[in-house]
């Protein structure tokens, strides 16, 4: 079997939460990326390791192969792989109840998507920097940082759907509201 249907074997097993045997396809997946001298997807692979290993509860182990990862892609100049990591990275550190480190990795993941051009990344993770103020008790910093969020995705669920329509209802009743569309 090679490198990619390992990957897709990978992937599957995880979606179907079979995290020991995700990790032992990952496993295989970097060490035949790494045979067929592409690093970029053998970091690839770490950082679905890395995924696995987080599911575990295995944190520490899921920073490392994820920071392995980020050095691959920072030095290969690859920006939205990058993003992505320092993305994953975020709900790491956040699991790790790391608030500083994650919100941190949150904001570098957001603004290397903005400058990309990624806006339904750069949403999704100004939701996750929102989720991690409201956690930390920043009602009005969250409730900005869910609107500039919501604004970026184009399809929302019903429960961000709500959201969005009682922050707007908030500008209204306080006249506040950052770029709202005005009736």
């Known amino acids: 079997m090679g490198a990619d249907q390992l990957k897709e074997q990978g992937i599957q097993l995880f979606h179907q939460k079979e995290y020991e045997d995700a990790a032992r396809v990952f496993q ?4 035949a990326y790494t045979a067929e001298a592409r690093p970029d997807m053998a970091a690839e692979m770490n ?19 994820m920071q ?14 990058k993003a992505m990591v320092l993305g994953n990275l975020g709900s790491v550190y956040k ?11 949150f904001r570098e993941a957001a603004d290397l998507f903005e400058e990309l051009g990624e806006k339904k990344m750069h949403g ?17 910093a969250a409730a900005a940082t869910y609107e500039a969020g919501l604004e970026e995705l184009d399809q929302l669920s019903g429960s961000q759907k709500l959201l969005k329509g009682l922050i707007g209802i ?14």
Do not use: P, W
């Open 28 to 31: 295989q997946a970097y060490d």
């Open 47 to 65: 950082v679905n390791l890395g995924l696995v290993r987080r599911s575990m509860g295995e944190h520490q182990q899921a920073l490392d192969l």
């Open 68 to 81: 392995d990862a980020l050095q691959v892609f920072d030095a290969g100049g690859d920006t939205l792989r």
């Open 95 to 105: 699991a790790l109840n790391d608030k500083e480190q994650a919100l941190n990795c």
């Open 124 to 140: 999704e993770t100004l939701l996750a920097i929102a989720d991690l103020q409201m956690s930390e008790r920043k009602i009005n």
């Open 170 to 183: 908030k500008n209204r009743l306080t006249g506040g509201g950052g770029s709202g569309s005005g009736s």
